[in-house]
Protein backbone atom coordinates (compact mmCIF):
# COMPACT_ATOMS: atom_id res chain seq x y z
CA UNK A 1 0.00 0.00 0.00
CA UNK A 2 2.95 2.68 0.73
CA UNK A 3 4.72 1.92 -2.09
CA UNK A 4 1.64 2.90 -4.64
CA UNK A 5 1.19 5.84 -2.27
CA UNK A 6 4.54 6.59 -2.93
CA UNK A 7 4.43 6.51 -6.51
CA UNK A 8 1.12 8.16 -6.59
CA UNK A 9 3.10 11.22 -4.40
CA UNK A 10 0.39 10.89 -1.85
CA UNK A 11 3.48 9.95 0.40
CA UNK A 12 7.05 10.19 0.89
CA UNK A 13 10.39 8.54 1.36
CA UNK A 14 10.21 9.70 5.07
CA UNK A 15 6.89 8.19 5.89
CA UNK A 16 7.47 5.21 3.49
CA UNK A 17 10.44 4.47 5.85
CA UNK A 18 8.26 5.10 8.73
CA UNK A 19 6.04 2.69 8.30
CA UNK A 20 8.58 0.02 7.00
CA UNK A 21 10.06 0.69 10.61
CA UNK A 22 6.84 0.23 12.87
CA UNK A 23 5.37 -2.74 10.78
CA UNK A 24 9.30 -4.26 11.11
CA UNK A 25 8.98 -3.35 15.16
CA UNK A 26 5.22 -5.34 15.20
CA UNK A 27 6.50 -7.86 13.63
CA UNK A 28 9.71 -8.59 15.51
CA UNK A 29 7.34 -7.90 18.53
CA UNK A 30 4.85 -10.69 17.75
CA UNK A 31 7.54 -12.91 17.13
CA UNK A 32 8.98 -12.46 20.90
CA UNK A 33 5.46 -12.94 22.25
CA UNK A 34 5.35 -16.26 19.97
CA UNK A 35 8.58 -17.32 21.88
CA UNK A 36 6.74 -16.95 25.50
CA UNK A 37 4.66 -20.07 25.16
CA UNK A 38 5.63 -21.64 28.50
CA UNK A 39 2.80 -21.65 31.50
CA UNK A 40 4.89 -19.29 33.36
CA UNK A 41 6.16 -16.70 31.07
CA UNK A 42 2.76 -14.73 31.26
CA UNK A 43 3.36 -14.38 34.58
CA UNK A 44 4.84 -11.69 36.71
CA UNK A 45 8.63 -12.14 38.41
CA UNK A 46 10.39 -11.92 41.13
CA UNK A 47 14.25 -10.79 40.66
CA UNK A 48 16.90 -11.43 43.45
CA UNK A 49 20.15 -9.70 43.35
CA UNK A 50 22.91 -10.64 45.22
CA UNK A 51 26.35 -8.93 45.45
CA UNK A 52 29.77 -11.10 44.93
CA UNK A 53 33.12 -11.00 45.86
CA UNK A 54 34.57 -7.82 45.81
CA UNK A 55 33.70 -5.64 48.51
CA UNK A 56 32.30 -2.26 47.90
CA UNK A 57 32.96 -2.76 44.20
CA UNK A 58 30.71 -5.44 44.28
CA UNK A 59 27.96 -3.88 46.77
CA UNK A 60 27.76 -1.08 44.02
CA UNK A 61 27.28 -3.13 41.03
CA UNK A 62 24.27 -5.25 42.81
CA UNK A 63 22.54 -1.23 43.40
CA UNK A 64 23.76 -0.70 39.48
CA UNK A 65 21.72 -3.66 37.85
CA UNK A 66 19.30 -2.74 40.35
CA UNK A 67 18.58 0.00 38.74
CA UNK A 68 19.40 -1.15 35.33
CA UNK A 69 16.12 -3.63 35.73
CA UNK A 70 14.45 -0.81 37.28
CA UNK A 71 14.40 1.66 34.13
CA UNK A 72 13.96 -1.62 32.14
CA UNK A 73 10.63 -2.16 34.07
CA UNK A 74 9.86 1.83 34.12
CA UNK A 75 10.11 2.24 30.04
CA UNK A 76 7.79 -0.87 29.36
CA UNK A 77 5.18 0.02 31.96
CA UNK A 78 6.02 -2.81 34.60
CA UNK A 79 5.48 -1.90 38.14
CA UNK A 80 7.78 -2.44 40.78
CA UNK A 81 7.64 -3.26 44.36
CA UNK A 82 10.67 -4.01 46.57
CA UNK A 83 9.96 -7.05 48.90
CA UNK A 84 13.59 -6.80 50.91
CA UNK A 85 16.22 -4.82 50.64
CA UNK A 86 19.67 -5.19 51.90
CA UNK A 87 22.06 -2.57 51.98
CA UNK A 88 26.03 -2.54 51.74
CA UNK A 89 28.22 -0.91 54.90
CA UNK A 90 28.87 2.12 53.16
CA UNK A 91 26.96 2.15 49.78
CA UNK A 92 25.24 0.13 47.59
CA UNK A 93 23.38 -3.19 47.91
CA UNK A 94 23.99 -6.74 49.25
CA UNK A 95 20.99 -8.55 48.47
CA UNK A 96 17.72 -7.17 47.16
CA UNK A 97 14.23 -8.87 46.29
CA UNK A 98 12.04 -7.00 43.87
CA UNK A 99 9.08 -7.98 42.57
CA UNK A 100 7.62 -7.16 39.01
CA UNK A 101 4.08 -7.06 38.16
CA UNK A 102 2.65 -7.41 34.80
CA UNK A 103 1.77 -9.39 31.77
CA UNK A 104 4.60 -11.72 30.59
CA UNK A 105 7.56 -10.11 32.56
CA UNK A 106 8.52 -13.41 33.73
CA UNK A 107 9.24 -14.53 29.85
CA UNK A 108 11.27 -11.80 29.07
CA UNK A 109 13.50 -11.23 32.43
CA UNK A 110 13.68 -15.00 32.57
CA UNK A 111 16.63 -13.92 29.95
CA UNK A 112 18.78 -12.20 32.97
CA UNK A 113 18.61 -15.31 35.00
CA UNK A 114 22.67 -15.71 36.19
CA UNK A 115 26.05 -14.13 36.92
CA UNK A 116 26.90 -10.72 35.55
CA UNK A 117 30.18 -9.57 35.66
CA UNK A 118 31.37 -6.19 35.53
CA UNK A 119 35.11 -4.92 34.68
CA UNK A 120 35.91 -1.27 34.90
CA UNK A 121 38.71 1.43 36.50
CA UNK A 122 36.98 1.45 40.12
CA UNK A 123 35.97 4.42 42.03
CA UNK A 124 36.87 2.93 44.90
CA UNK A 125 40.30 1.66 44.12
CA UNK A 126 43.19 5.08 45.59
CA UNK A 127 44.95 4.15 42.23
CA UNK A 128 42.02 3.71 40.40
CA UNK A 129 42.81 0.03 38.89
CA UNK A 130 40.94 -1.89 36.54
CA UNK A 131 38.74 -4.57 38.88
CA UNK A 132 36.42 -7.47 37.86
CA UNK A 133 33.39 -8.09 40.13
CA UNK A 134 29.92 -10.13 39.93
CA UNK A 135 26.36 -10.05 40.91
CA UNK A 136 23.83 -13.31 40.85
CA UNK A 137 20.55 -12.36 39.34
CA UNK A 138 17.57 -14.82 40.08
CA UNK A 139 14.04 -14.43 38.56
CA UNK A 140 11.31 -16.83 39.40
CA UNK A 141 7.81 -16.69 38.15
CA UNK A 142 5.80 -14.74 40.46
CA UNK A 143 2.84 -17.16 41.15
CA UNK A 144 -0.56 -16.67 42.37
CA UNK A 145 -3.23 -18.67 44.28
CA UNK A 146 -3.80 -20.16 40.64
CA UNK A 147 -1.20 -21.96 40.77
CA UNK A 148 -0.89 -25.22 42.97
CA UNK A 149 2.38 -25.52 44.99
CA UNK A 150 2.61 -27.40 47.91
CA UNK A 151 4.51 -25.70 50.95
CA UNK A 152 4.69 -28.87 53.92
CA UNK A 153 4.28 -26.73 56.97
CA UNK A 154 6.76 -28.62 59.00
CA UNK A 155 9.66 -27.44 57.33
CA UNK A 156 9.01 -24.36 57.94
CA UNK A 157 11.13 -21.88 60.36
CA UNK A 158 10.22 -18.59 61.41
CA UNK A 159 12.52 -15.68 62.93
CA UNK A 160 11.54 -11.89 63.47
CA UNK A 161 13.92 -8.85 63.24
CA UNK A 162 14.17 -5.15 63.26
CA UNK A 163 13.54 -3.60 59.66
CA UNK A 164 16.87 -1.90 58.36
CA UNK A 165 17.78 1.48 56.87
CA UNK A 166 15.56 4.62 56.99
CA UNK A 167 12.11 4.74 57.61
CA UNK A 168 8.98 5.85 60.09
CA UNK A 169 9.76 5.67 64.26
CA UNK A 170 8.63 1.97 64.19
CA UNK A 171 11.89 1.18 61.99
CA UNK A 172 14.34 -0.37 64.14
CA UNK A 173 12.27 -0.39 67.26
CA UNK A 174 10.17 -3.65 66.69
CA UNK A 175 11.01 -7.20 64.81
CA UNK A 176 8.29 -6.60 62.41
CA UNK A 177 10.59 -7.80 59.81
CA UNK A 178 10.15 -11.78 58.89
CA UNK A 179 12.91 -14.35 57.62
CA UNK A 180 11.53 -17.52 56.40
CA UNK A 181 13.43 -20.83 56.14
CA UNK A 182 12.31 -24.00 54.48
CA UNK A 183 13.75 -27.30 54.35
CA UNK A 184 13.06 -30.22 52.53
CA UNK A 185 14.98 -33.57 50.54
CA UNK A 186 13.93 -34.27 47.59
CA UNK A 187 12.15 -37.10 47.21
CA UNK A 188 13.16 -37.97 43.23
CA UNK A 189 17.28 -37.28 44.12
CA UNK A 190 17.72 -37.31 48.31
CA UNK A 191 18.97 -33.73 47.99
CA UNK A 192 18.91 -31.20 51.01
CA UNK A 193 17.07 -28.34 50.05
CA UNK A 194 16.77 -25.22 51.91
CA UNK A 195 15.81 -21.52 50.86
CA UNK A 196 16.02 -18.71 53.41
CA UNK A 197 13.62 -15.49 52.71
CA UNK A 198 14.02 -12.46 54.27
CA UNK A 199 10.82 -9.63 53.94
CA UNK A 200 10.71 -6.21 55.43
CA UNK A 201 8.33 -4.19 52.77
CA UNK A 202 5.93 -3.49 55.56
CA UNK A 203 5.36 -2.12 59.33
CA UNK A 204 3.36 -5.07 59.67
CA UNK A 205 4.73 -9.18 60.87
CA UNK A 206 1.83 -10.69 60.11
CA UNK A 207 1.91 -8.82 56.09
CA UNK A 208 5.71 -9.73 55.95
CA UNK A 209 5.43 -13.55 56.61
CA UNK A 210 2.47 -13.12 54.13
CA UNK A 211 4.74 -11.58 51.49
CA UNK A 212 7.83 -14.29 52.46
CA UNK A 213 5.40 -16.83 52.35
CA UNK A 214 4.18 -15.90 48.13
CA UNK A 215 8.05 -15.75 47.71
CA UNK A 216 8.62 -19.10 48.76
CA UNK A 217 5.92 -20.57 46.69
CA UNK A 218 7.18 -18.44 43.74
CA UNK A 219 10.71 -20.23 44.65
CA UNK A 220 9.08 -23.93 45.11
CA UNK A 221 7.62 -23.35 41.67
CA UNK A 222 10.69 -22.43 39.86
CA UNK A 223 11.89 -25.97 41.51
CA UNK A 224 9.54 -28.12 39.81
CA UNK A 225 9.76 -25.76 36.57
CA UNK A 226 13.26 -26.60 36.73
CA UNK A 227 12.99 -30.55 37.72
CA UNK A 228 10.61 -30.97 34.98
CA UNK A 229 13.36 -29.26 32.12
CA UNK A 230 16.26 -31.42 33.62
CA UNK A 231 17.04 -33.14 30.96
CA UNK A 232 17.51 -29.83 28.66
CA UNK A 233 19.15 -27.65 31.43
CA UNK A 234 21.97 -30.71 31.82
CA UNK A 235 22.29 -30.09 28.03
CA UNK A 236 22.41 -26.39 28.43
CA UNK A 237 24.27 -26.20 31.55
CA UNK A 238 27.09 -24.01 30.43
CA UNK A 239 24.12 -21.57 30.21
CA UNK A 240 22.44 -22.19 33.07
CA UNK A 241 23.90 -22.04 36.21
CA UNK A 242 23.75 -20.00 38.48
CA UNK A 243 27.37 -19.82 40.10
CA UNK A 244 30.72 -17.74 40.26
CA UNK A 245 32.97 -18.04 37.02
CA UNK A 246 30.18 -19.24 34.88
CA UNK A 247 28.39 -15.68 34.05
CA UNK A 248 26.22 -15.42 31.12
CA UNK A 249 27.36 -11.27 30.60
CA UNK A 250 29.89 -9.41 30.73
CA UNK A 251 30.10 -5.12 30.94
CA UNK A 252 33.24 -3.87 30.58
CA UNK A 253 32.86 -0.25 31.43
CA UNK A 254 36.10 0.86 29.65
CA UNK A 255 36.26 -1.61 26.89
CA UNK A 256 32.83 -0.06 26.27
CA UNK A 257 31.28 -3.67 25.75
CA UNK A 258 28.62 -5.59 26.95
CA UNK A 259 28.43 -8.92 25.74
CA UNK A 260 26.13 -11.65 26.40
CA UNK A 261 28.40 -15.26 26.80
CA UNK A 262 25.31 -17.44 25.77
CA UNK A 263 24.24 -15.59 22.07
CA UNK A 264 26.99 -13.61 21.21
CA UNK A 265 25.41 -10.30 20.91
CA UNK A 266 27.39 -6.93 21.98
CA UNK A 267 27.16 -3.53 22.12
CA UNK A 268 29.08 -0.76 23.04
CA UNK A 269 26.30 0.94 24.37
CA UNK A 270 27.42 0.28 27.65
CA UNK A 271 25.58 3.35 29.36
CA UNK A 272 22.40 2.80 26.97
CA UNK A 273 22.14 -0.56 28.45
CA UNK A 274 22.68 0.06 32.07
CA UNK A 275 19.54 2.49 31.73
CA UNK A 276 17.47 -0.16 30.76
CA UNK A 277 18.15 -1.16 26.90
CA UNK A 278 17.91 -4.88 27.58
CA UNK A 279 15.33 -5.47 24.96
CA UNK A 280 18.15 -6.59 22.18
CA UNK A 281 19.82 -9.06 24.34
CA UNK A 282 16.30 -9.89 25.56
CA UNK A 283 15.42 -10.45 21.85
CA UNK A 284 18.65 -12.62 21.43
CA UNK A 285 18.00 -14.95 24.03
CA UNK A 286 13.95 -15.44 23.15
CA UNK A 287 14.79 -15.99 19.42
CA UNK A 288 17.94 -18.14 19.95
CA UNK A 289 16.15 -20.38 22.99
CA UNK A 290 12.61 -19.78 22.36
CA UNK A 291 9.83 -20.86 24.54
CA UNK A 292 11.49 -23.65 26.01
CA UNK A 293 14.07 -21.32 27.40
Request: hydrophobic content about 30%; aromatic content about 10%.
Given at each position: MMPDFLREGLATDEECDEQYERTLSLIEGLELRNMLRGEEDKMGAIIDINAGAGGTEALDWASMLLRMYTRWCEAHGYRTKM????????????????????????????????????????????????????????????????????????????????????GGQNVNKVETAARL??????????????????????????????????????????????????????????????????????????????????????????DAVMDGELDDFIKAYLMEYGGGA
Open positions: LDYQPGDEVGVKSCTMEVEGEFAYGYLKSENGVHRMVRLSPFNANNKRQTTFASVAIVPAVDDSIEVTVNPANIEWETFRSSGARYHFKDEDTGEEVSYVIENQETRSQLMNKENAMRILRAKLYQYALDKRNATRQRLEADKKRIEWGSQIRSYVFDDRRVKDHRTGHQTSSV
